[in-house]
């Protein structure tokens, strides 16, 4: 099954000293090897800041864009990995481990499987 | 006594429900297509039995006519061919795995290959990423055999809610891919306390119902010990396990004492001590002794601890409250919960007095994180009456009927405020 693991965290104030950063840097280049090295990797990016998104919502056929994200959330998405893996257990062991757990939370999606049939 | 099973047959039914449908589920991956197979095969029996007598192995007898009945159905759909493939092999190696086996008791169903599945059948019912409430509802429905409507009445929500609860909770084990296994020696941990946990929600909804107006819904309470005994029997080496099937006997074992005749309720010091349960109590302190030799001890074996000194006990005054107390502070390093603190206080008044006892509750009552708790302003209102301050019983007392959601145990917080205000007005 493909699992979509979605990053969320709480968008930084300031920015951290930069030995800190790079610490972080390096867990996130360690998970990403994992990752890929254990075969289970399939896709995965950083997203750009929250302040660069746009929604877009079809109302009565008319297209409604507006600013930013949809909700108001103190946490936002801020990256996600694409994994192939054979069940949630497995999904939530990769999650786990994320530096992103750590920084704020990860949530699992399960990828559709449309049947072709 | 079972207010759900009118019909003597459902009984059975109902211990074979769960081992069925823990192997079927395991054999087909699809849990509405096991429900269906499982009541077919049970539909048969209910037909062929009275005619042909019951079966030497009544639950392999089940299983053979349900995996045939699941054989038929899977051949009908298409693009099934790989799950028919599963399902014979599994079911040879069920077989071989039975044949090779040493003979088990005579009403044997092959239980240790089945007693494996309904392990699987626990911890995925029991999933973490399922919401608390659906893992009680799927626990109740698939191995307790309860039927949707029993398991709505033992939550008190209407029967359609409860049928899209179990919906809701069987897409997502599907569509999420909750695995059906038991979790490794190393997850066992982590994933343990959320099986024992719905357990232990399941009987103390029986023991103290939340909402309504019976005390103590016996059949819940019988349900919940079931299910810890399947558990104990099946995971004997976790002292958590042996904890709380001790913790639930020792508690039980009070039942017919717990109430009185016209269905009030009776506060433990004032029980008739006869009527406790001694075969249960027996039980429970053998199991208890085993669980607490596992260091440190858990919380269930802890509180099981304590219920085992209050069931030693001949009455209330030569209760050892001392060793309560202590066993309390255990709990207390061990879970530290505003409940147990309310726990302690009680215990430390009774063994030092209620004034020490009443100190630590009104502290818990400015804490705020039990204010809309009635246990607690029930309990400041019995020592306040004990302390001879009538008018701020009395407070105590409306609060707690205020927020009692019980019927009985209204009725017998109204008893106690009656007799406050009587006292009140005396003196």
Known sequence: MQYLLLIYAEQRTEVPPQDQLEAEMAEWFAYTEDVRKSGVYVDGNALEPVNTATTVRLKAGERVVTDGP??????????????????????????????????GSMEIRPITVFDQG | MSGWAADPAEAVFREEWGRLLATL??????????????????????ERWPVDGVPEKPGAWLLTTARRRAVDILRRRQNYAAKLAVLKVEAERDELVRLSAPAAGSAGSGADVIGDDRLRLFFTCCHPALVAEARVALTLRYLAGLSTAQVARAFLVPEGTMAQR?????????????PYRV????????????????????????????????LIR????????????????????????TGLLALLLLVDARREARVDGDGDLVLL???????????????????????????????????????????????????????IVGLYDVLRA?????????????????????????????????????????PLHAARGRLLDRLGRPAEAITAYRRAVELCGNDAERAFLLRCLGAAEGRAAAG
């Open chain 2, 218 to 241: 016996p059949e819940l309470a019988d349900e919940a010990i079931r299910l810890a005994r399947i558990l104990h029997r099946l995971l004997p080496a976790e002292a958590e396990v």
């Open chain 1, 70 to 103: 949809f909700a108001e959330t103190r946490e936002v998405l801020g990256g996600y990995y694409l994994i192939d893996v054979p069940d949630l257990d497995t999904a939530l062991d990769w999650a786990a481990k994320c530096p992103g757990a750590k920084y």
């Open chain 2, 166 to 178: 179990l919906v809701r909770a069987k897409q997502k084990i599907g569509k999420a891919g909750i």
């Open chain 2, 334 to 374: 061990t879970a530290p919960s505003p409940i147990v603190d309310l726990n302690r206080a009680v215990a430390i008044a009774m063994a030092h007095g209620p004034a020490a006892g009443l100190g630590l509750l009104d502290e818990l009552a400015d804490g705020g994180a039990l204010d809309r708790f009635h």
């Open chain 2, 25 to 46: 589920v395991r054999w087909v991956g699809d849990f509405d297509l096991a429900e269906e197979v499982a009541a077919d095969a049970i539909a048969a029996a209910v």
């Open chain 2, 269 to 323: 010091e004032d029980q008739d001590r006869s009527r406790w349960d001694q075969n249960k109590i027996a039980e429970g302190r053998s199991l208890v002794l085993e669980a607490l030799r596992h260091r440190p001890p858990g919380p269930y074996a802890l509180q099981a601890a304590i219920a085992a000194v209050h069931d030693e006990a001949s009455s209330a005054d030569t209760t050892d409250w001392v060793q």
């Open chain 2, 183 to 214: 979790p490794s020696a190393t997850e066992l941990p982590g994933r343990l306390p959320a099986v024992l946990s719905v357990v232990y929600v399941v009987f103390t909804e029986a023991y103290a119902a939340s909402n309504g107006a019976a």
